[in-house]
Nanobody, 124 residues
Framework: QVQLVESGGALVQAGGSLRLSCVGS????????MAWFRQGPGKERELVAA????????HYADSVKGRFTISRDNAKNMVYLEMNSLKPEDTAVYYC?????????????????WGQGTHVTVSS
């Protein structure tokens, strides 16, 4: 019933840009904290960006601040991650996630809803 599906991952050259998309089914994304996590090879999952229901709060990992932007399109029930000036260190599987409270927003274990992930590879 509840499903999040990511798309947009690709192989890109360092310095390039990508726009990841996440579409929701069975839940209205406007009612949830939305976040993007990523997990590189052999690494733990880490928070990339998050935004609240009213877009009044947002958080970006220090490693992506100024390069990545999270946004919503409520009419399409979608959330996006615009990624610019990509670096090889950005190579990872990127996941869309949703939860109903800002509490512990950095903790992946508090998010009950997850997408399947989309692969991003940045060549040097």
């Amino acid at each position: 019933q509840v499903q999040l599906v990511e798309s947009g991952g690709a192989l890109v050259q360092a310095g390039g840009s990508l726009r990841l998309s996440c579409v929701g089914s069975g839940l209205a994304l406007r009612n949830y904290i939305m976040a993007w996590f990523r997990q590189g090879p052999g690494k733990e999952r880490e928070l990339v960006a998050a935004t609240n229901q009213w877009r009044s709060l947002s958080h970006y990992a220090d490693s992506v601040k100024g390069r990545f932007t999270i946004s919503r399109d409520n009419a399409k029930n979608m959330v996006y991650l615009e990624m610019n000036s990509l670096k090889p260190e950005d190579t990872a599987v990127y996941y869309c996630a949703a939860k109903d409270s800002w509490e512990s927003f950095r903790d992946a274990e508090t998010y009950p809803n997850w997408g399947q992930g989309t692969h991003v590879t940045v060549s040097s």
